[in-house]
């Protein structure tokens, strides 16, 4: 089975999508590396929404 999940996180001004993009790839297993000086890391984010879908 395969299932699409969407989030929706409220992030501080300031942090890049890319930053955002690349920790959430960390956090989430997609990658094993994120660069040590990312500030998600520093940051606790909350999901607003989950959606979830089978496929």
């Known amino acids: 089975?395969?299932?699409?999940?969407?989030l929706v996180i409220d992030v501080p001004d300031g942090?890049?999508?890319e930053?955002?993009?690349e920790?959430?790839?960390f956090d989430l297993h997609y990658n094993?590396?994120?660069?040590g000086?990312?500030?998600m890391f520093d940051e606790?984010?909350?999901?607003e929404?989950?959606?979830l879908e089978e496929l």
Do not use: Q, R, T
């Open 32 to 35: 094993g590396c994120c660069s």
């Open 19 to 21: 930053d955002v993009e």
């Open 44 to 47: 606790d984010y909350d999901v």
């Open 23 to 25: 920790f959430l790839e």
């Open 15 to 17: 942090i890049s999508i």
């Open 49 to 51: 929404e989950f959606y």
């Open 1 to 6: 089975m395969k299932v699409k999940v969407e």
């Open 37 to 39: 000086d990312n500030p």
